[in-house]
């Protein structure tokens, strides 16, 4: 499993980012797939995961970026966006993508894979 995730930056409050990350060593039409964040000294938190095409078709997101963040699949570019907008400060974290086979978009995100399956991660920071 490869991922590499782009898209990360310095961002005012209120601004909008589009985190890809594209894919390689697997069958992607066929996994979950989800973006994780990382605060120094905090647990991950399952920021948002979409299922298979080829599962339930099902997407979830933490209560704390519900209706800011929107999460979607190019099964032909291999590749998962988050599209964050409303940024906070709350929102400044590392972001990681990661998949799974997990039956659905909420076990993905609430029993992630193993962190050392994931990204590298992509640093986002929500400032004035």
């Known amino acids: 499993l490869q991922f590499v995730e782009s898209g990360g930056g310095l961002v005012q409050p209120g601004g909008s980012l589009r985190l890809s990350c594209t894919a390689s060593g697997f069958n992607f039409d066929y996994y979950d797939l989800g973006w994780f964040r990382k605060v120094p000294g905090k647990d991950h938190e399952g920021v948002s995961c979409?299922?298979?095409?080829?599962?339930?078709?099902?997407?979830y997101y933490a209560d704390s970026v519900k209706g800011r963040f929107t999460i979607s699949r190019d099964n032909a570019k291999n590749t998962v966006y988050l599209q964050m907008n409303s940024l906070k400060p709350e929102d400044t974290a590392v972001y990681y993508c990661a998949s799974s086979q997990s039956f659905t978009a909420q076990v993905m995100c609430i029993y992630p894979p193993p962190s050392d399956t994931w990204g590298q991660g992509t640093q986002v920071t929500v400032a004035s």
């Open positions: 979409i299922s298979s095409s080829h599962s339930d078709g099902s997407v």
